[in-house]
């Protein structure tokens, strides 16, 4: 089954993810900060990460420069899951090095068909 990890402070945007997610076949964990990805991922490796820009402590960006260092999980995609941005910063965040972006409040058909074509062509 392939399983998706959640990095978002957000309880509610949390749960909404976790349920659509689970409701359509995916396994998931959820991880509220940054800090406690690399515990995360030493206990499972994800087929991918919806990650939250905006967290205390580490960021959204901080957390994929790390992934994106280790070999280990360089190759994991990462969408990241933030609030509406402007045109400039959705730029930003395509630069940085995520797969994807999914805009927060979410359509459910946009979720899922960008959580879908992210694992099958993960290239970022």
């Known amino acids: 089954m392939t399983h998706i990890l959640i990095v978002d402070d957000s309880i509610l ?3 909404l993810a976790k349920d659509i997610l689970q409701s359509s076949g995916y396994e998931t964990s959820e991880i509220e900060c ?3 990805l690399q515990g995360q991922l030493l206990k499972q490796v994800p087929d991918l990460i919806l990650m ?3 967290m205390p402590g580490m960021s959204g960006f901080d957390c994929l420069k790390f992934m994106r260092a280790d070999d280990r999980y360089a190759a994991i995609p990462v969408i990241a899951f933030t609030a509406s941005v402007m ?3 959705k730029q930003a965040i395509m630069d940085a090095g995520f797969n994807a972006l999914i805009e927060k409040p979410i359509g459910f058909r946009d979720f899922l068909s960008t959580i879908a074509s992210t ?3 993960p290239v970022a």
Do not use: F, P, T, V
């Open 52 to 54: 939250d820009i905006q």
């Open 13 to 15: 945007n949390s749960a």
């Open 34 to 36: 940054g800090e406690d």
């Open 87 to 89: 045109q400039e910063d």
């Open 119 to 121: 694992l099958e062509n």
